[in-house]
């Protein structure tokens, strides 16, 4: 397999050894500081790639985006406050655990968890993608297209708790795509005059503004409504070791959380928060002990939290052998790809396949590297950052975003337009629209019109093309399909709780 001369290519480079360490070190922190996501990190230290080899570049987002993961479970269970949202299902046992002297061993159980799940997501991805790429170098443009509407609709309906407002941020994605010059006629769209933005909406500033600045407002936003500050919890010392033994029930949990873990992670826009809760609810009503989860379950940890992990692998499947990222973190590393000039989709598995196999030798050296680092210093790195006061953290965060727009292309309007979008994605976090639809459609949307254009050229004009291949039509049926099904489920849900009010 391919894998195996990647892994001794990766093994044999130092530098790009040492660039998995730092990237695991990085990605831990991150996930650990309360207010920042390993997607804030990956879109801040996204115009330092600019000056790194491709390989270097992607792997060193790409661990972070992993050591990230991981990371949010070590504030949710020390601190009561996840790092990520899909740490929020890690707390409700992790946290217990803490309270009662068993943080260390709670922190051991979600490190080799993550460590199990990513590993089986990762080895899922290098067995599958090679066939996945193949039947997609098969696909045309109608098909190409329809795998975007389909990718539109789901990412748009599923994520977040309102279809509407799903749907909007997915279209508000889109409008902000289409700004700068036609692709066809080279006319200008919605510019207003302005000669900035003839060239478009850059990536770099928007994803800053939208995942550091939005977080960071959200964040203060949260603090100044709180009523007290986060707190270290107790940690016995005698608490900190994990036998075996204890570990052997959490086994079964891991490895179903790492098969649904990998499967989510396939369909894009679904992410980690939705594998874990999953898996935590399929842990706990398979549990020999139900009653215990929720107080205190080393299983309660390790069923999330190896589904969290999971994603990453997985979720690199789409990216690569269709252009359509299936997270947020993918939409960033598809920026990368292009910076680079690196033409993400069925093509890539024939035009740069060593790059590929490289990208997931260096995946899996990243989870044996945060494994490592968390295993033996999780606490300690936590109570690090604990000590690190708001007051110093969110004006660095805040100098070092704006040195990041700015230095990406030299530009001041790049400042003006993340400082914009820092705005956008505060009041749609505060609003309750769907950050990841924005984000994600508007880095398809130009693929999407450019196959959209391509399929019409192909049948003159008309539209049925898409009906009449069978492939398009598939996928277009599945778009449709699950906006029904959101839409009943959403439907049911109001009808129990109308119920309940009935009751009471």
Known sequence: MEIFPALLTVITDPTLILAIILAAIVGMVVG??????ASAAIAMLLPVTFYMSPIFALAFLYVIGKSGRYGGSVAAILFNTPGTAASAATQIDGYPLARAGKAGKAMKVATISSVIGDLMGDVMLVIGFGFIAVIALKLGPPETFAIYFAAFVVIGSVIGKSIIKGLISALLGIIVAMVGLD?????????????????????????????????????????????GEIKENPNDPNGYSLSFDEYRPCIPHAIRGGFIGAGIGVLPGLGSAIAAFISYGEGKRRAKNPEQWGKGALEGIAAPEAANNAVSGPSMAPLLALGIPGSTIGAILLGVFLIHGIQVGPTL???????????????????????????????????????????????????????????????????????AAGFVGWLMRKYDFNVAAFVISFVLAKGAEETFRQSLLMSDGGAMIFIERPIAAAFLFIGIAAMGFRIRQIMKEQRIVKGALGDA
């Not at 650990?32 to 996501?37: H, Q, R, S, W, Y």
């Not at 024939?350 to 990243?366: H, I, P, S």
């Open 349 to 419: 598995f024939l035009t740069d396949k060593e790059l590929v196999y490289q990208l997931f030798a260096c995946g899996m050296l990243g989870i044996i590297a945060y494994g490592l680092i968390g295993y033996f210093g999780a606490s300690q790195m936590a109570r690090l950052i604990l000590r690190v006061p708001s007051s110093v953290l969110y004006p660095l965060i805040f100098m070092t975003a704006f040195v990041a727009a700015y230095s990406a292309r030299g530009s001041v309007f790049d400042v003006t337009v993340m400082v």
């Open 32 to 37: 650990a500081t309360p207010g920042l996501t």
């Open 183 to 227: 692709p066809i006629s080279s006319e200008e769209r919605y510019t207003f005059g302005s000669f900035d933005l003839s060239n478009g909406i850059g990536l770099v500033p928007l994803m800053i503004g939208v995942f550091v600045l939005g977080e960071v407002f959200a964040q203060l936003e949260a603090r100044k409504k709180a009523k």
